[in-house]
């Protein structure tokens, strides 16, 4: 009798036991998942939204995609117009946004449908970070009254830039003729972003002015790009920043991105290591090489 007591006693103990693994199990797995439920452990996803008259940024971004599903662990997506580059009014599969945890966009003057638009916003809504490059400024351009047209000043609310080109924010350039001496903010060299981003370095990029009232206050400035050979009187500006839009979501912007702009070590870099601050990883301690990028500058339409 004993015996068949003290044997029922292990089994519960056993039981116990199983039960109490299954629910600290089940305890981690809900402290290690993101909002919206996924797996911290997990690959995150980027998602490159390209449509540029210009820089051939659907070009240029699949090879940074590429390098980081091989080198980072990370899964991409890359959308680009359609149904080329020039196509201002289609870039199919912008639903990827709603899974993305990061999205990066290298636009030109688009002028999408409000059902494509609708993915961005509710991205921008979610407060999850972004990022951009040069055009990015100026990404959609839509008529004066058109009822998307507060789209215009995207670079200014999603990514702390001037709102479009031209307008009160004189956002100009100094002429395609001139290129940029880049040079790292003093302050900032001990900045995650800019680990072994070794300045200065000189760009093709001809240099954006977004002074004197861009980047948004707040806004943190990284590097400054001197104007070399300008067509007019130039003053140095910030060429990438980090901050908070207005939406609560991380920033990171460079007005630099000229095809030959990804060909440079520095440059990739700073690629490399803001999209892993983005996402909020670790700046990788190994680089992985230099990217081979060879895409060629075509001159806007």
Known sequence: MKLKQFC??????????????????????????????????????????????EYSGEETLPIVAAELEKNYGMRTIVLKAYPDHNSEKNIPGLEALKDADLAVFYLRWRQLPTDQLAHIEAYLKSGKPVMGFRTTTHAFNFPKGHESEKWNAFGEFALNAPPGWGGAAKHTHYGHNSSTDVTVIPEQAKNPILTDVTGPFHVRSWLYRVLPDYPTKGSTWLLMGKSVNPDKEAIENPVAWTGTNSFGGKVFMTTLGHPEDFRL???????????????GLKIPKEWKGKMDIQVPYREAK
């Open 265 to 279: 070590e520095p440059f990739q870099r700073l690629v490399i290591n803001a999209i892993h601050d983005e996402l």
């Open 8 to 53: 029922i006693c292990l089994l519960f103990t056993a039981f116990a036991v199983v039960a109490g693994a299954h629910l600290a199990d089940a305890q981690s797995s809900q402290k290690d998942k993101k909002a919206g439920g996924k797996p911290m452990g997990g690959k995150p996803l980027v998602v490159f939204v390209t449509g540029d008259h």
